[in-house]
């Protein structure tokens, strides 16, 4: 069996989770949830990505590594609360 990091299990909940919200987002919601990303979102989720993929690369993580990505996603958040 081959060795998979633990992110990768995470996608198995949420690419479910993400299509049922966006389809119950056309019955219960104002204004249904579109799956459209503006540039913005779509760096902060290819950066996201990057990221995650290069700190867990090699099969371990510290709390340094834990801190900066803590550091990327606040980074992340005070860019999109000013744009």
Excluded: K
């Excluded at 540039?39 to 995650?52: F, N, Q």
């Excluded at 099969?59 to 990327?72: I, M, N, P, R, Y």
């Amino acid at each position: 069996m081959t060795h998979r990091p633990g992110c990768v299990h995470y996608l198995n909940v949420f690419a479910p989770a993400a299509l049922g919200l966006v389809l119950l987002s056309f019955a219960l919601g104002p204004a249904p949830m579109p799956l459209v990303f503006n540039a913005y979102e779509l760096v902060a989720l290819i950066l996201a990505a990057l990221i995650t993929t290069t700190l867990i690369a090699d099969g371990e993580t510290t709390w340094f590594e834990g801190v900066q990505l803590l550091g990327v996603y606040g980074l992340l958040g005070v860019a999109f609360y000013y744009a």
